[in-house]
């Protein structure tokens, strides 16, 4: 689980483009790793390689940030993260497509992501309430989920299902504080940063929902 750095010290301009800029930027990266993870998925890679990836996609995570005064650069740091993200979570789609009822689980979980998205986005827009005073808040609760998550590793004390809901409420927060952001105007991050933010708020919501769809399924 990843959330990008909040600030950074480049101002972006507000203009009516910079929705769909972010958007083009955030969907070419959806597609990336949409495909990187169905050929990850039918090569049937091992666990191993994922791995890997994940580790490399975390550097690449990285070089967004320190890319940022070049805007070229920077978003191809941002598609090879995406790439790296598609390979990292291919053999955890290939788990679910070897299963029966696994593509209709990953195909709504897909949906309803993008559909969620939407929604959220429409409500930043339409409504006059400032979802950035949410941040602090919803960062601080994401800090005490990932701590939870460790600790859980060993001890066992929370549930996956549960954790997959907490995750899908903290995140679905942040989704609202990131378009926030976009709707005023950037915030100090550039887009490519914005792009990357929403992103990896979509990643986290999609495997939250595999989780909780894939365990009503199995219950």
């Known amino acids: 689980m990843y959330q990008f750095p909040q600030r950074s010290g480049v101002a972006v301009a507000s203009t009516g483009t910079l929705l769909g800029h972010v958007l083009m930027i955030t969907g070419t990266g959806f597609v990336i790793t949409a495909v990187a993870a169905y050929l990850t998925a ?8 994922a791995l890997i990836a994940m580790l490399i996609g975390f550097g690449f995570l990285i070089a967004i940030q320190a890319t940022r005064n070049n805007e070229a650069l920077s978003l191809l740091m941002f598609y090879l993260f995406t790439l790296c993200e598609g390979v990292g979570i291919g053999p955890l789609i290939g788990s679910y497509l070897q299963d029966p009822n696994g593509s209709g689980i990953v195909v709504d979980a897909a949906v309803t992501t993008g559909l969620g998205m939407l929604t959220l986005a429409a409500i930043v827009y339409l409504t006059t309430f400032d979802y950035r005073r949410l941040s602090g808040i919803a960062f601080g609760a994401l800090v005490l989920l990932v701590i939870a998550g460790i600790i859980s590793l060993f001890v066992h004390f929370i549930q996956p299902q549960t954790y997959a809901w907490l995750t899908l409420v903290i995140f679905t927060v942040l989704v609202l504080v990131d378009f926030a952001r976009v ?29 909780i769809l894939g365990g009503r399924r199995r219950s």
């Open 42 to 49: 039918a090569l049937a890679l091992p666990f191993n390689v």
């Open 183 to 211: 709707k005023a105007g950037g915030d100090g991050l550039t887009a490519v940063q914005m792009a990357t933010s929403i992103y990896l708020d979509a990643i986290n919501i999609f495997l939250a929902l595999l989780q």
